[in-house]
């Protein structure tokens, strides 16, 4: 199975603060990787996809990039709504496997 | 607009079988592929298995086979997951996905998800 490994685990910010998290795979997996948000009680929400491309309908303050085996995505202003817990996932190959997720605590 | 609804709560025994739903509605049903995942409290999503509503071709994750099966009833628009042998390990919150596209497995719409409690 492919592994994926998140940095932090948890991460305090404030609103209007710039953040980015990491996510490491074990090994390649092109670009075949999404990112999602989740909130308490509900089910993960597509943030990007394909490393870097923008769901439709999700605020330009999220970006996705991409560098070997190593994926970050970055909230460029914080906002109220945005704290979440975030977990990357590698469509590459199957088992799908996710990152164990980065809370973000105010 | 897209939605996936899974059943209600379950609480059952180890050693039982549950058999969860999931109706989808808002998007053409035969186009889609519809995939299961579950998480534990705490923890990170993890992968079930998959349903092609188009060919009807099923993919399961190694780490339950034999234990689990995807079906589908085109008609009311709705997928079911059923596993067996449950155990204490099974408890999690059970979600229904839609692969957003033909040829990449990512999800670009969830359900809320079921939860499954086992005990005795």
């Known amino acids: 199975d492919i592994q994926m490994t998140q940095s932090p685990s948890t991460l305090s910010a404030s609103v209007g603060d710039r953040i980015t998290i990491t996510c490491r795979a074990n090994?390649?997996?092109?670009?075949?990787l999404a990112w999602y948000q989740q909130k308490p009680g509900e089910g993960p929400k597509l943030l990007i996809h394909?490393?870097?491309r923008l769901q439709d309908g999700v605020p330009s303050r999220f970006s996705g990039s991409e560098s070997g085996t190593v994926f970050t995505l970055t909230i460029s202003s914080l906002q109220p709504d945005d704290f979440a817990t975030y977990y990357c996932?590698?469509?590459?190959?199957?088992?799908?496997?996710f990152g164990q997720g980065t809370r973000l605590d105010i | 607009q897209v939605q996936l609804a899974e059943s209600g709560a379950e609480v059952t025994k180890p050693g039982a079988s549950v058999k969860i739903s999931c109706k989808t509605s808002?998007?053409?049903?035969?186009?889609?592929?519809i995939h299961w995942l579950r998480q534990a409290p705490g923890q990170r999503p993890e992968w079930v298995g998959w349903?092609?509503?188009?060919?009807?071709?099923?993919q399961f994750s190694r780490h339950f086979l034999g234990r689990v099966a995807i079906s589908a009833d085109a008609v009311a628009t709705t997928v079911y997951l059923e596993l067996t042998g449950l155990t204490s390990a099974d408890t999690a919150v059970y979600f229904c996905?839609?692969?957003?596209?033909?040829?990449?497995?990512?999800?670009?719409?969830w359900g809320r998800g079921a939860l499954v409690i086992v005990s005795s």
């Open positions: 996905a839609r692969q957003a596209t033909y040829s990449d497995h990512y999800f670009d719409s």
């Open positions: 808002g998007f053409a049903f035969s186009s889609y592929s």
């Open positions: 349903l092609s509503a188009l060919n009807g071709k099923t």
């Open positions: 090994q390649s997996i092109s670009r075949w």
């Open positions: 394909k490393a870097s």
């Open positions: 996932q590698q469509y590459n190959d199957y088992p799908l496997t």
